[in-house]
């Protein structure tokens, strides 16, 4: 087995993982052979929290195999800092791996290049096949971006008519999405470590911002709403949003009396910023179109979800936007397909 089948076999493997289950951690494969291209074993990284590729292929090796002459192909450079389990660089070197092919370094900047020198420094012959690829950051945007830049890899979603309507009328409380694309939602809500809306939204259809109808093993996401005036502060003292909840105001009273109301000048740059020092990693933004714009003109998203359905709200409607907004502000359409009552267009931006 040559090393470029080897690599693809292991992002392979990866892929089986579902991003709401790996949550913050990456998606990663491995493959270990030996010198005739036999596979000794192979796994990957089934959930947060659980053992890493490396360990998991480990875990299908015969016991007593000589493992001096065999290859290990891992997508992601070997963790070597003690997390939820142990270091992988220790379980490569205790299991006597002659040689790991490594398809790109970790972005972590605790892991970044460590991994590699460990393993070099006790005779393991260490090949790196993609360090400047960007097989990562298709594999796990999340993580790549958020160890690059500092801050949240942002992912709008808006469900609309086919009107481009968001809501009935202005104040009224409007389901446009059906059960099947609900899921498929609360899906996209599992794989992240945040999900935002502003005052509005929380005003008037008081969403819980829960991860239901489909199973995670990791924290519900934090709720953060965008409330610069204080509009929430009658909810707040009588004891509403009191958990998992951060709300970032203008309001100096709101943000005096209230623990999990957090000072914020208006700036989204700010509010990335002080999430990505928090440690999320992920940001789905839930809210109106008032806030899905303001990230769209500041350039601070990464990917867009819209949800079209067939029904109409005509001139009283709210009004939403349409994909050529999307496209105005940098984004390419990638996908499209039918998810229950409605069509989810599927947008990305180029991520620098």
């Known amino acids: 087995?040559?090393?470029?089948?080897?690599?693809?076999?292991a992002v392979t493997l990866a892929k089986q993982a579902d991003p709401k289950d790996t949550?913050?951690?990456?998606?990663?494969?491995?493959?270990?052979?030996?010198?005739?291209?036999?596979?000794?074993?192979?796994?990957?990284?089934?959930?947060?929290?659980?053992?890493?590729?490396?360990?998991?292929?480990?875990?299908q090796v015969e016991p007593g195999t000589d493992l001096k002459s065999a290859t290990l192909y891992v997508s992601l450079e070997p963790c070597c800092q003690q997390g939820k389990v142990g270091p992988c660089t220790t379980a490569v070197i205790e299991a006597g791996i002659g040689r790991v092919v490594i398809g790109s370094l970790d972005p972590n900047p605790a892991v970044n290049g460590r991994g590699v020198a460990i393993l070099q420094a006790t005779g393991v012959e260490v090949d790196v096949q993609g360090a400047d690829d960007n097989r990562q950051a298709l594999l796990?945007?999340?993580?790549?971006?958020?160890?690059?830049?500092?801050?949240?890899y942002v992912q709008l979603k808006l469900a609309e008519s086919g009107d481009w309507r968001v809501a009935a009328k202005q104040g009224q409380q409007t389901k446009i999405t059906d059960q099947v694309a609900d899921q498929a939602i609360h899906v996209?809500?599992?794989?992240?470590?945040?999900?935002?809306?502003?005052?509005?939204?929380?005003?008037?259809?008081?969403?819980?911002?829960?991860?239901?109808s489909v199973k995670i093993d990791h924290d519900q996401p934090l709720r953060v709403i965008l409330d610069r005036r204080g509009r929430l502060y009658k909810q707040v003292a009588a004891g509403q949003w009191a958990t998992r909840t951060l709300i970032y105001s203008q309001n100096k009273d709101f943000v005096r009396?209230?623990?999990?109301?957090?000072?914020?000048?208006?700036?989204?740059?700010?509010?990335?910023?002080?999430?990505?020092?928090?440690?999320?990693?992920?940001?789905?933004?839930?809210?109106?179109?008032?806030i899905i714009?303001?990230?769209?003109?500041?350039?601070?998203?990464?990917?867009?979800d819209l949800y079209q359905t067939e029904s109409r709200f005509g001139s009283n409607g709210v009004q939403?936007?349409?994909?050529?907004?999307?496209?105005?502000?940098?984004?390419?359409?990638?996908?499209?397909?039918?998810?229950?009552?409605?069509?989810?267009?599927?947008?990305?931006?180029?991520?620098?």
């Not at 087995?1 to 076999?9: P, R």
């Not at 109301?261 to 179109?289: A, F, K, T, Y």
């Open 140 to 152: 796990n945007p999340a993580f790549v971006y958020y160890h690059k830049t500092g801050k949240p």
């Open 23 to 59: 949550w913050k951690n990456p998606r990663v494969g491995a493959i270990i052979v030996d010198h005739n291209g036999q596979v000794l074993g192979q796994g990957y990284h089934h959930r947060y929290g659980d053992r890493h590729a490396e360990v998991d292929a480990l875990a």
């Open 188 to 212: 996209l809500r599992g794989r992240q470590s945040a999900i935002l809306i502003g005052s509005e939204t929380a005003l008037v259809d008081q969403p819980a911002l829960t991860v239901r």
């Open 293 to 304: 714009k303001a990230f769209l003109k500041d350039q601070d998203w990464q990917s867009f």
């Open 257 to 290: 009396d209230f623990d999990q109301v957090q000072e914020w000048s208006g700036d989204l740059q700010e509010l990335l910023i002080d999430l990505g020092q928090r440690g999320c990693q992920s940001l789905l933004v839930e809210g109106g179109p008032t």
């Open 1 to 9: 087995m040559n090393d470029e089948i080897g690599l693809a076999w």
């Open 320 to 352: 939403g936007l349409s994909p050529a907004t999307i496209v105005a502000a940098g984004g390419q359409l990638k996908e499209t397909k039918v998810v229950g009552n409605a069509i989810d267009f599927h947008f990305e931006r180029e991520v620098h």
